[in-house]
């Protein structure tokens, strides 16, 4: 099987080749450019400047041999000036052609050797006897000519070949230019080239096994979940290709276990219902046939007890107690049982309610009780709370019920404060009782669960199980606070209205 290569390869081997021609057509344009330079620079600075120090050289020249004429035809001194301007020209423009390369050796060195020993043998033949005091004749300035002819034909040697070098140098300059433009066309066309070349690695090896997987994965995620993931291209895109036909699998996989789960749900679901109506069917046997016939026997009981009160023996009288008792206390039991079965089952209406309403209709139910234990019940401002009358003051009167019935040796003292936590509203109950020891906070919210027997304090055990299922019926909670020192609290929460105004106005 023909190896997969990785992305990272043919990104590397792309490259590679790319920066190949890159650095060829980089390497060509600059030995253009250093050409070109060269020739500019050879141009420019060097025979440039020599055709005019030739110039000037000329010109130093005809300058001398026209201050000497007219020094021989006049015998003026004053006209020898041009002739000392004249050296000093040519002492200069010769010091200039020789930095510029006419040094012996050369070519131009050597026409500027021939240059200065003709100038040299006119100097000597025709000025320096003049100077020395011969008289000027007019044979001197017929022996000046021909020497000086031949100062002028070794000058134009000169300028000629300089003149020469100057057409070579710009020729050289105008090749390199060629040169340079057609590698920068090289350079371009490479530069494009290696694009190209990019682009179709990508577009070949990434770009297209990309859309392919996308187009596989879009099928499958719209189409047809049971199709296969199939990969292809680099080892990059097959092994994403293979991760998405695992996650595809695994989909699959908690698509069933939901379909059992769901099918489990709906089996589960008509099972509750179904239970649900046995309990409802309970609840209304429990209140209507049970609680009949109950009453009845609590009724008699309470005849006899009325009839045979101290007729009978004792023992006989402690019977008929204990059956009223136990009478009076099933009743309790099934309407708590009946008001715990009715939270949540069939809401009523929701509405915003004052808490502090709500807490003087319960402490108004427990009106008996708060004069006969001499509790003092105290509270700050209390909130509006959205929720259902009943069921809120089933909650205050619980537990401030519980705070008056767990008390110690001092009359009760009662305590009721909210405030804001977040977005609800916390409440807390606090009295100076008995107690609750830590290892029993989530115990006594359990149904049925008592701390004490029945004879130290009466009850149910149901009361803080209703309050727990009538606060989280209304989206809150409630919990036994551990850290006071003494006596108890409990705690609980409820949201807060958002429309105060529009709750008042329906309350």
Not at 139 to 144: E, G, I, L
Not at 323 to 328: I, N, R, S
Not at 448 to 456: A, C, M, P, T
Request: with cysteine; proline share 4%; charged share 25%.
């Amino acid at each position: 099987m023909r190896p997969v290569w990785s992305i990272s390869r043919w990104a590397v081997l792309s490259g590679v080749i790319a920066g190949l021609l890159l650095g060829g057509a980089i390497v060509a344009g600059a030995l253009a450019t250093t050409n070109l330079t060269d020739a500019r620079a050879r141009l420019l600075d060097v025979t440039g400047p020599q055709v005019l120090q030739s110039t000037s050289l000329s010109t130093a020249m005809l300058n001398q041999e026209t201050g000497v004429r007219g020094y021989i035809l006049a015998g003026r001194p004053e006209f020898l000036e041009p002739y000392r301007d004249g050296l000093r020209a040519q002492d200069a423009a010769v010091a200039e052609l020789r930095r510029l390369g006419a040094v012996p050796g050369t070519a131009i060195g050597a026409d500027l050797d021939r240059v200065l020993s003709a100038a040299a043998t006119w100097r000597r033949t025709v000025i320096e006897p003049v100077l020395a005091g011969a008289p000027a004749t007019g044979a001197q300035v017929d022996a000046s000519k021909p020497l000086f002819d031949q100062v002028r034909a070794a000058l134009s040697v000169l300028q000629n070949r300089l003149e020469a070098e100057r057409l070579d140098a710009r020729e050289d300059l105008a090749v390199s230019a060629d040169v340079l433009r057609a590698m920068l066309i090289v350079i371009a066309v490479l530069l494009c080239a290696a694009f190209a070349l990019v682009f179709l690695v990508l577009h070949r090896k990434l770009i297209k096994p990309i859309r392919r997987l996308a187009a596989e994965v879009r099928d499958v995620a719209q189409t047809d979940i049971h199709r296969e993931v199939r990969g292809s291209g680099p080892k990059e895109m097959r092994e994403l290709a293979s991760d998405v036909e695992s996650l595809r699998s695994r989909i699959l996989d908690e698509v069933a276990r939901l379909e059992r789960a769901q099918e489990l749900i709906v089996t589960r679901t008509r099972e509750l219902e179904r239970s649900n109506s046995d309990l409802e069917q309970f609840a209304y046997v429990a209140s209507h046939d049970l609680q009949e016939p109950l009453r009845k026997v609590a009724s008699f009981c309470q005849l006899l007890q009325k009839r045979y009160q101290g007729k009978l023996d004792e023992r006989g009288d402690q019977y008929i107690g204990f059956a009223v008792d136990g009478a009076k206390r099933m009743q309790a039991l099934i309407n708590d049982l009946l008001a715990f079965s009715r939270v949540g089952r069939r809401p009523g209406e929701s509405v915003l309610l004052e808490s502090g309403d709500l807490l003087d209709a319960a402490l108004g139910n427990l009106e008996d009780a708060v004069a006969e234990s001499g509790a003092r019940v105290t509270h700050g401002e209390l909130p509006a709370v959205r929720g259902e009358k009943t069921l809120l003051t089933a909650v205050f009167q619980n537990l401030v019920g519980n705070a008056i019935k767990f008390r110690g040796e001092e009359p009760p003292e009662i305590e009721i404060s909210a405030e804001r936590d977040g977005e609800d509203w916390r409440f807390s109950v606090t009295d100076n009782g008995i107690g609750i020891s830590d290892e029993y906070a989530e115990r006594i919210f359990v149904i049925f669960q008592r701390l004490h027997g029945r004879g130290e304090y009466p009850g149910t055990g149901i009361g803080l199980a209703l309050c727990r299922k009538i606060v989280e019926h209304h989206g809150g909670r409630i919990w036994l606070d551990t850290s006071v020192p003494s006596g108890t609290r409990f705690c609980f929460t409820l949201p807060a209205a958002q429309n105060p105004d529009e709750g008042n106005e329906q309350a």
